[in-house]
């Protein structure tokens, strides 16, 4: 049930669990402008990097003619008129090394005038913290157009936090670069920030939903994201721009918003998604374009009938090949070529992000045309399909109607994904919400949060109040397991100044990372999940006037019962429960206790534990004191 969604907002993918530690490593970045209806980029593949030590000794250009490849055609050209003299990448906020901490550099280089050395190094202030250098000769791999991999490993001498990354020639000449990477060793896989990893590993999650969100479906259709452009060596993922680059865009700043060079590397794609997915154990649940661009953003479709229309259709049935064929299959074969002949045992799949219908907009004869074309080839496959944008609408209760008229019809949709971002109250007033469901066709809670505050760049949104209003929602889905099937808070990830959108769940820089009070929700759900849920008559209703939620559920391998309560007053309150009708197997207890200073405490790089966890043991007769504003998670062994 409790799982994650990612999308790459807030600088989540690239710069974020994307290990990958320079920014416009292909000289191939777009600067993004314009609003709604009419969006338009300029390339500008020099950003992120400037002449080093200073433009006059260093003449760079960003160009083309003769390209690495043809999918990122572009690459530096740097000539130097000094010795040591090179390029240096702006890194986001800069380079952060730790003492002892290998990192790996490789880039592609065509020496037009070189003799000597290329020289990595980072560098603040005038002093080295890193380096190392390989003559110009001893590159690999090279291309028909004389291109040569290198590849180059160096030590973190001391730790630095903002510091250059350089690249530099040990004697005056010319040299054509491309693609240069640098990745900590730490890396998971060689791909993911092993400290972000290590925060969704420890969620347990059941599943992973990705890449979005309205990254699926682009501000325009040439910009949706494209899965099969990310399947192939990453120097030859197709750059792309990023749609939320261009959110908050007004007349006041020109069309221009302060993250208007955000863009997508793809080094983040469908295969690391399905390996980050095995690897903490999570199903995967892609989500499919289906021919519409954002419908908050455009009138741009591709016409059911189309030529363009079975491309769509196209992508969806190569992907659960992609997933889970035979490496004699066309698309099993590359993700096998990838290194990975196993089946990623794909079972779900989203059907648009957030789509509805209007009189333009024929969303439900496009989800039946996906569903009859992917059942007649995979009949297994689970349909995830979309209630819009809220659950307060006509377009909410269109897209019901439109499922519930084929709910006799095996196979048609698995589950339905509604969307909320809502006050505090509402969740806690809403704890009902499913309890009136009906129990044929499930639902996906894709994407909620509590807002108690909302706007661009403010981890202080993530409040404690939040999180307890999430937790007390999360019992009323709890309770309605036999319809909710699956849950997910949303956004993921956002980096600490290039966050579009607040509240988040885990926040980061270029060195640390935190969970917020909401994160410790997920944990404390995603790690304390039953195998049944216990029925709770009207004694669950009555606690709600005395602002106290519950759920219970039972683990039958262990033999314990799990409360998950929530206290929302402001006074501490001393548990108890009734046990008559069970076994006692210990005199004890163990709980997890999630609480703050005050309702508007929240975490912060600075001050990551401000709102954390506590574990606490007791005598089951004894009851448990909750403190004033508080989430328990209470484990009694039962048979």
């Keep these: 049930m409790i799982g994650l969604f990612f999308e790459d907002i807030n600088y989540a993918a690239d710069g974020g669990l994307y290990a990958e530690m320079l920014e416009n490593r292909g000289f191939e970045f777009l600067e993004a402008f314009g609003d709604a209806r009419d969006y338009y980029?300029?390339?500008?593949?020099?950003?992120?990097?400037?002449?080093?030590?200073?433009?006059?000794?260093?003449?760079?250009?960003?160009?083309?003619?003769?390209?690495?490849?043809?999918?990122?055609?572009?690459?530096?050209?740097?000539?130097?008129?000094?010795?040591?003299?090179?390029?240096?990448?702006q890194a986001y906020d800069g380079i952060y090394l730790q003492k002892g901490e290998k990192y790996h550099v490789y880039f592609w280089a065509r020496p037009v005038k070189v003799e000597g050395a290329f020289i990595v190094k980072v560098e603040k202030e005038g002093k080295v913290f890193a380096q190392t250098k390989i003559q110009s000769a001893e590159g690999t791999e090279e291309t028909y157009n004389f291109f040569k991999r290198y590849d180059l490993t160096f030590v973190a001498e001391e730790d630095v936090e903002k510091a250059q990354f350089i690249f530099a020639l040990e004697n005056p000449g010319t040299v054509e670069l491309d693609f240069i990477s640098m990745m900590p060793e730490s890396a998971v896989e060689g791909v993911f920030r092993k400290d972000l990893y290590e925060k969704l590993a420890d969620l347990k999650p059941g599943f992973l939903r990705f890449p979005g969100g309205c990254i699926v479906e682009g501000n325009t259709l040439d910009n949706r994201y494209r899965?099969?452009?990310?399947?192939?060596?990453?120097?030859?993922?197709?750059?792309?721009?990023?749609?939320?680059?261009?959110?908050?865009?007004?007349?006041?700043?020109?069309?221009?918003?302060?993250?208007?060079?955000?863009?997508?590397?793809?080094g983040l794609g469908y295969y690391e998604y399905f390996l980050l997915c095995e690897k903490i154990g999570a199903k995967a649940i892609p989500v499919m374009n289906v021919g519409f661009a954002c419908q908050y953003q455009s009138e741009e479709m591709v016409a059911i009938g189309s030529p363009k229309w079975q491309e769509f259709v196209q992508d969806a049935l190569d992907l659960i090949e992609f997933a889970n064929g035979d490496v004699t299959t066309t698309w099993g074969s590359v993700r096998a070529k990838m290194g990975h002949p196993d089946s990623f045992h794909l079972s779900m799949l989203g059907i648009g992000n957030e789509q509805w219908q209007t009189q333009k907009a024929d969303f439900f004869e496009r989800y039946v045309l996906f569903e009859k074309e992917i059942h007649e080839k995979y009949p297994e496959i689970k349909l995830i399909g979309s209630a819009g944008p809220d659950i307060t609408s006509e377009r909410y209760e269109m897209a019901w109607k439109f499922y519930n008229e084929h709910k006799n019809q095996k196979n048609f949709v698995y589950a339905v994904d509604e969307h909320y971002y809502v006050k505090p109250q509402w969740l806690y007033d809403h704890v009902d919400f499913y309890d009136e469901y009906d129990r044929t066709i499930k639902v996906f809670s894709g994407e909620y949060a509590a807002h108690p505050t909302d706007g661009m760049n403010m981890p202080h949104a993530n409040t404690l109040e939040g999180a307890l209003s999430e937790a007390a929602f999360l019992t009323g889905v709890e309770r309605n397991a036999d319809v909710v099937v699956l849950a997910s808070y949303a956004p993921l990830f956002a980096r600490v100044g290039y966050a579009q959108w607040s509240p988040d769940m885990i926040w980061f820089d270029g060195k640390n990372s935190y969970g917020t009070p909401s994160y410790f929700v997920q944990k404390m759900y995603g790690n304390n999940i039953g195998d049944v849920t216990l029925v709770t008559g009207k004694e669950v209703k009555d606690a709600w006037k005395e602002h106290l939620y519950y759920a219970l559920s039972y683990m039958e391998e262990s033999k314990e019962a799990i409360i998950k309560i929530v206290n929302a007053t402001e006074i501490e309150q001393n548990i108890t429960w009734n046990l008559t009708e069970w076994e006692l197997l210990s005199e004890c207890y163990k709980a997890e206790i999630l609480s703050g200073p005050e309702l508007d405490a929240s975490n912060s790089i600075a001050e990551p534990d401000k709102v954390g966890l506590q574990v606490v043991e007791g005598r089951v007769a004894d009851g448990i004191l909750l403190p004033a504003n508080s989430f328990a998670v209470v484990r009694i062994k039962l048979g």
């Design 41 to 89: 980029v300029k390339y500008d593949g020099e950003y992120g990097w400037s002449a080093y030590p200073d433009a006059v000794v260093v003449q760079m250009q960003a160009v083309t003619g003769s390209p690495h490849t043809e999918s990122n055609p572009h690459y530096m050209r740097i000539r130097t008129k000094e010795a040591g003299a090179g390029i240096a990448n």
């Design 227 to 266: 899965y099969k452009d990310s399947l192939k060596p990453v120097w030859e993922r197709n750059n792309n721009w990023n749609r939320w680059a261009v959110h908050c865009n007004n007349e006041k700043n020109n069309w221009r918003g302060p993250y208007s060079h955000y863009n997508q590397s793809l």
